[in-house]
Each structure stands twice: as C-alpha cells, then as structure tokens.
C-alpha cells in the first residue's frame, strides 16, 4: 500500500516563503509522475505542479514563475517550494502520484497540508 505524507504547510505572510514535502512510503522511482494540487473553501482541486520520473515539470498557470517542484529520488521524497505567496494560495495542498501500468492508471493521495496566506 502506498502511503504519501505532506508537511510544511502552516501560517505565512503574504510574500513569504514555504517549501512543502511530500514523503513516499516507497520508491518514488516506480511512479510516472508526482505532483502537488491544491483545494480552497468552496473552489475545485486545481493543478499546482507535476514533475515526471525524467524529471520533466509542469505548472498551473497561477504559479508560475514563483512555485518549484522538485523530487529525490534517494530520500523518496518530493518537494514544492513556494515563493512570493499570495493570499489567493491559501488552500489545502495535496500531494498525488502516479503510477502507470499498461493501459491502467493507479493515483495514490496525501491526507493534505494546509497552507495559509495573510494579507
């Protein structure tokens, strides 16, 4: 069973700085891609950032240019570093990963971190 563990979330101020970690159970090799997303009150789960096994990135539109995703591989873990925040980033952020095998697809969730931005 493969278990993903969040921490770093917590109280900053609006052009803070946090840098999220997203811990595996396993080897975080055998996954295709891992990724962060984010839930606010009220709004949909929303893509943050995803980062491939060849270490290919992608971000949400509203991050870009202040997020960083980055994993290692050797401490199964996967990082989002979070600059330049604003109060709009405050939501809940989980960490999703990804493993695909033949045509079925197995997605693996976090319990979640809260990350909260004061004006």
């Known amino acids: 069973q493969v278990q993903l563990v969040e921490s770093g979330g917590g109280l900053v101020q609006a052009g803070g700085s946090l840098r999220l970690s997203c811990a595996a159970s396993?080897?975080?090799?055998?996954?295709?891609?891992m990724g962060w997303y984010r839930q606010a009150p009220g709004k949909q789960r929303e893509l943050v950032a995803t980062i491939t096994s060849g270490g290919s990135t992608h971000y949400g539109d509203s991050v870009k240019g202040r997020f960083t995703i980055s994993r290692d591989n050797a401490k199964n873990t996967v990082y989002l570093q979070m600059n330049s925040l604003k109060p709009e980033d405050t939501a809940v952020y989980y960490c999703?990963?990804?493993?695909?095998?033949?045509?079925?697809?197995?997605?693996?969730w976090g319990q979640g971190t809260q990350v909260t931005v004061s004006s």
């Open positions: 999703k990963a990804v493993k695909i095998r033949i045509v079925t697809s197995y997605d693996y």
């Open positions: 396993g080897s975080i090799v055998s996954f295709n891609a």
